[in-house]
């Protein structure tokens, strides 16, 4: 079908200007943070209800056309990407609150929401939506859970998959399921939620979920402390850890410190220079919690593991601790950096960055490498970053052979080549590094379960 | 095969003396807490290994021998019943720590381990593990997981489902899948570990599990409050849940506590007799968390939400309210109930009760209603005791129509007909009050995936 006919053919189901075929759309809604492919699908379509997804994705069964759901597109992993003649389904559209309960706690909303906009509903609500990430003010819900999202209050609040009470979804084969309804306890059989939740469009489309809320927490307080070695982060979290909830705990390295304070202008939080940071949160809700604190503070600086520390005493002073941790990525965006996203059980961190660091050093001695990441769930992001004498298409030569070496040693620890980022197009060939040829068979055997027909995100995750 | 065939191949797969054909083994191991159906398994194969359980589905997938995974056998839904022939593996001889990592809070089980036995283990580590409810001592953390156990502590910390770090399957097919391997993040495709949880050994068996731990709560506080009406009990959850974190909140009805503390010889909690009682339980770590609870409690005494209260002063006071909810069960076990395990959101509790209320007792008006349940999590066991001068077989009888009406309402709410309890054999009939024939297809299609022979638990939960 030309893309003039697959227009009028899904206007003809869902309303009139609702599809798009121009330049400008097929670029935009074409492509996501990862700007590797060249866009290139066939058309563009904007729903507003799950009966306009489910009847483009009969259209799309009958028609044998490639579908890819499109959200904020924020995603590093090429998920959302079109570049192989695809039908793009646009969520932004469907971006209302469905229904919001103050007793359950649960909000239901339509799947293209803004991530930052059900986070600042909750606000409004005295509530608390936990999962938060940089790319909260352009990503959407759906694409969160399609996706899995992770970031930074993991260690407290774990995945977006933890705060799904309910999906709609329409199916590859183009049949709405309502899925676990916005229960707490519900052992009826298979949970497909959990199916859904993670499976990148690659089974279906989620329409609406419905999502837990929590109580906001309470005068959250950031530390930072210098740190010598990474065995002595592992200390220093365990440490804390027995004495106290935290809300966070992740890590930097003195490399990303320095680059992080220059391009920003940002204060260092002490003098000390240390290999390693640990930024940690906690609800100081009263007095204890502090004195607690502070005791295991000076427990740490006097077993060595801590050599200078910060603490923050009001709320700016807090953000702008967070400063130092969140901003790293966008710092060093401009020097062209390859990104990894590599998790491990949290005690061999030390072992693996080692090894990690090593190779890269002896192998590539002109490469610089940053690292930052949630220490607390064993998530690592590993930057590398281009040399600037290097060609850009060289260094991403140079960096693919590393990463065939970087999988290999995760593959040895037991870790996956992609904590929180997903598989898509760019984890694609890599996905046998953490899952078994077994456990990948079963994957395609399920995905032929819901799409028969091939038609949803087609190469994404999977080969068929 | 006969039995002594079937012996004879098994033994020569995993060792002498590992199989047993004698009646005292049939009649315990064909059983579970159920006692609806006859036990008639056909040889009862006691492993030790993930590849024992291997070799044994491997030879059922050649032989077409039926397999029943077999635990604690605590079930209430006759998801262990052996009574068609089958071939019985029983864990209990799985039942060793592998691993344990105090930085990663993690321990991996075999699956044979008693949930007790993990609870205490913890504890001597330092560590807890929350999922607790009335069969621990018995059931095993393998069954726990096939049924993703619920429990008394669901609205702080969840259901099983929420520990699982990883689990290792034998799946229908006779493969042996590691899945997630204890990692806090890793979004890889598919999440497989979510589709063996709850799926009541109808995919495959589970042999080891990786199990999340986390720190001990301290000092436990329990209320017990006096409540005029199910809607107050939902402001009084309301009002708690906005000031404090809460461990607990459970119910019960006057006629429950009539009946627990004159069967056990408990104390009332207080003199003030009241429809319902709420029992909450709470950290409290400090002076603050206690003087909020005391002006929650203040608060809702003016409202008129509650008429009396009792506040544990120490651990043996708080076991004892405690045991005004845990004895219910056990008490009216004595009374030939008819039970029910229901769910719909929080806030639809109090008109769903009514509803289910009414209607048994204007369609049979001599039935004795007892309510209790997990009222945080909207969890209600609805339990319906015969009259002493009914005969057993009629009372049953008639239950069966009562359950088609409840579960007609439970589906109008949009409820579980199977909040904790699985669906195993005696609700499979009434799984479509919940699912859809949708997702019930799918589930089916699910099953052919990993047992393309049926050979899993055959009957369970679904009929293919």
């Given at each position: 079908m030309t893309p003039e006919q697959i227009k009028q053919a899904v206007e003809a189901l869902?309303?009139?200007?609702?599809?798009r075929l121009d330049g400008e759309a097929l670029e935009i809604y074409g492509r996501d943070w990862t700007k590797i492919h060249t866009p290139r699908p066939r058309a563009i379509a904007f729903p507003r209800t799950t009966e306009d997804v489910q009847a483009i994705v009969q259209f799309a069964n009958q028609q044998k056309i490639a579908l890819v759901p499109s959200g904020g597109r924020t995603g590093l992993s090429a998920g959302a990407v079109a570049a192989n003649d695809e039908l793009v389904i646009v969520?932004?559209?469907?971006?209302?609150?469905?229904e919001f309960n103050a007793v359950d706690r649960s909000v239901t909303v339509q799947a293209g929401m803004i991530t930052e906009q059900l986070q600042q509903f909750a606000e409004e609500q005295g509530l608390y939506y936990p999962v938060d990430f940089a790319s909260a003010g352009s990503s959407q819900i759906g694409g969160n859970i399609a996706t899995n999202a992770g970031g930074i209050k993991v260690i407290k609040y774990g995945m977006t998959r933890d705060w799904v009470l309910g999906l709609k979804v329409v199916t590859g084969k183009g049949e709405v399921l309502e899925l676990n309804r916005g229960l707490i306890k519900n052992n009826t059989g298979y949970d497909l939620r959990h199916l859904f939740i993670g499976a990148e469009g690659t089974l279906g489309i989620i329409t609406e979920a419905t999502i837990k809320l929590t109580r906001a927490p309470r005068n959250l307080t950031v530390m930072v402390l210098g740190v010598p070695s990474m065995q002595d982060v592992m200390e220093v979290l365990k440490s804390f850890q027995n004495s106290m909830d935290l809300t966070a705990f992740e890590f930097f390295s003195e490399n990303a410190l320095t680059k992080v304070t220059a391009h920003h202008q940002l204060q260092r939080p002490f003098d000390t220079v240390t290999p390693y940071y640990a930024l940690l949160e906690f609800e100081a809700e009263n007095e204890e919690v502090m004195d607690t604190a502070m005791q295991v503070f000076e427990q740490c600086m006097e077993s060595g593991w801590v050599e200078d520390g910060s603490i923050s005493q009001n709320e700016t002073q807090a953000r702008n601790l967070w400063s130092l941790r969140e901003f790293i990525s966008e710092t060093i965006s401009h020097e062209t950096p390859y990104k990894n996203d590599l998790s491990v059980v949290v005690s061999r961190v030390p072992e693996f960055l080692k090894e990690v660091d090593t190779f890269v050093e002896e192998t590539y001695p002109g490469f610089e490498i940053v690292w930052f990441g949630h220490i607390g769930d064993g998530n690592l992001h590993l930057n590398i970053l281009k040399p600037k004498a290097m060609d850009k298409d060289e260094f991403f030569d140079k960096c693919h052979h590393v990463s065939d070496k970087v999988f290999a040693i995760t593959q040895a620890y037991a870790g996956s080549v992609s904590a929180e980022h997903g598989v898509g197009l760019v984890k694609k060939d890599f996905l046998h590094f953490t899952r078994s040829a077994e456990e990948i068979a079963y994957m395609k055997a399920i995905k032929q379960v819901f799409d028969p027909n091939g038609i949803m995100n087609p190469g994404k995750m999977l080969d068929l």
């Open positions: 869902i309303g009139p200007d609702k599809v969520m932004d559209y469907m971006n209302k609150v469905v």
